[in-house]
């Protein structure tokens, strides 16, 4: 089982968020997967330039660092994201890559993976930037078991219960892989997703050949 934790604050190995991130990793490691990090601010990832191209073809024009964090993304069974809170939103570090990803979120490639979300904030607004993370993770097909994050401004022991908050919640996160946790409303919100989008592929599909060979080879649309 292989598990990768995102990480997106420019202020690299000083970052607060890579603490929680560092102890997910350390409970998923205990548990029994095998983990890696990705430091996405480090990498050149330009914006995406909404060319449609990845539609037609399943490959992104744009050729730097994002085809490798893609592919990793793709071989794992968890993912975690995270980002410190910047202007009640991710990091533009982390935005960028989640642009770059309408084809993760067309074909639902995160199907089967599970994952979680971790933030600090100055002061405020941990669960909205939690949701932005798990959001993308739900749009491109994943399951979220949850997220952590902390206010910096409660003090010092409020980060130590983070940190232990994120190493549980990376252990949590094997069992959940281990299981097939079921997650019934999550299900039910992507099957949802996918009546709906359907059309948009179907109407489409002259244009985007390989989402919509894609959606054919699942079954998601008959003709
Ligand atoms: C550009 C920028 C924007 C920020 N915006 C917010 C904000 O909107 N709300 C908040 O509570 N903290 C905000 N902060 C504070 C950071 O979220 C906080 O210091 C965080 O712990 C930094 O995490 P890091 O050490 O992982 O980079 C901001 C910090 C920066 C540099």
């Known amino acids: 089982m292989k598990i990768i934790g995102i990480s997106s604050s420019p202020r690299g190995k000083n970052s607060s968020t890579l603490k929680l991130l560092d102890a997910a990793l350390k409970g998923a490691e205990e548990a029994g997967a095998e983990v890696e990090a990705i430091d996405v601010a480090k990498l050149k990832i330009k914006f995406c330039t909404a060319c449609d191209s990845c539609y037609e073809t399943g490959v992104c024009s744009i050729k730097d660092d994002y085809q490798a964090v893609l592919e990793k993304l793709l071989d794992v069974d968890g993912i975690i994201l995270s980002s410190p809170n910047y202007i009640t939103n991710v990091t533009a570090q ?24 971790l933030t600090t904030a ?48 990376g252990k949590d996160l094997v069992e959940a892989i281990k299981e097939k946790r079921p997650y019934p409303e999550q ?9 709906g989008f359907k059309y948009v592929i179907l109407a489409n599909k002259d244009q985007w050949t390989h989402n919509c060979d894609y959606w054919m080879e699942k079954g998601w649309i008959k003709e």
């Not at 982390?94 to 979300?117: M, N």
């Not at 979220?144 to 409660?154: D, F, H, K, L, R």
């Not at 130590?160 to 549980?168: D, G, L, P, R």
């Open 187 to 195: 299900k039910a919100a992507h099957e949802v997703w996918r009546e």
């Open 122 to 169: 100055g002061s405020s607004e941990i669960d909205f930037v939690l949701d932005i993370m798990n959001n993308f993770m739900a749009h491109c097909g994943g399951n979220n078991i949850g997220g952590v994050g902390c206010a910096m401004s409660e003090g010092p022991s409020a980060m130590e219960t983070a940190i232990e908050k994120s190493h549980e919640m």
């Open 94 to 117: 982390l935005k960028t890559v989640f642009d770059r990803s309408p084809l993760v979120i067309h074909e639902q490639l995160f199907d089967g993976k599970y994952g979680f979300s």
